[in-house]
């Protein structure tokens, strides 16, 4: 089994989307990708406009390949939306691409059931299309082939009656190895999120950690969030990413709780650093400033912007191995499936 992170923010976005290469399937999840509309009082950097635009290509490369899309839930970074929104890449077009293959299996968080307002109209829009595989993941196991996922019933996206609404977390097995991905669990921040993990043992646990950056989380509810971390069967085949890495002091946090291990994040599956970039925003506009254009003639798709952006996105940490694994990837589901 092999997971490939493809938006998260150790690689610069906000994301937890990833593509499992199991014995016999190509599973996509979360396909999107989005960047903090404004954090230290700024609109997003190019780097961070980079690496969506980077993560953005590779989600529509590997859908490509994909057998299985699964959607944990229909927040923007792991949805992506019918509607323009320049940061994040996409468009109706482009959600209209991910949703509609009518071969592609989407198992997707349930629609009617524990699921607040504004999620409820989003997942709307997905529900409503016709003649696509798509199926109710709460709660239900599915087996294609060698490979068996099973699905948490819905889990709060935190505490207990947050506001924020409910995810699915997932266990994905074939007959070699595991691989767990908690979604949006922020903590684990619930006791029943925690039970979930670990009453299905996994080679590897992908979590979420608590939103220390966020000004409504107390410190009563990280200390409890990482009370349930520590918690956490089998510690060392933790991976975490997503919400905790947008504190600027992870490692830190990490540290003070007795993890200090050097590939902790997603970037590490990629053997790179972590570049968590949405932290270190005001650093970034301090190293190179923007000109006081730069973010209308962006929302305007001005050419030579784009072209910048390419650019730069050329240049991330990750770039090259992401080519190269697309191209492995791409060979061996040439023999394993018709694309
Ligand atoms: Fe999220």
Redo the contacts with the bound molecule.
Sequence with gaps: MRVIPIASESLGT???SLFILSEDQNILIDPSVSLAPFRNGYPPHIQEIAASYLSRHYIMKFWELATIIIQTHY?A??YSLSIDRPYEFTNKAIANTLYSHPKKKILAKDPTKNINFNQKKRAFWLWKRNGIPLFVADGNTFVFGRTRIVFSAALPHGKLHSKQGWVVAVLISDSYESVLIS??IVGPGSDIALKFINENPADLIII?GPSTYHPKQTTKDTERAFERLMAVNDIENVIID??LLRDLEWKTILKDHSISREKITLASLLDVPPFCLESKRSLLYNQTPLDSLFHSRFQSYDKEIINKIRRVAKALPHKLKMDNLFKEVFERSKTKFIL
Excluded: F
């Design positions: 906000r994301g937890l927040h970074d792991h979604s949006d979420d997503h919400h």
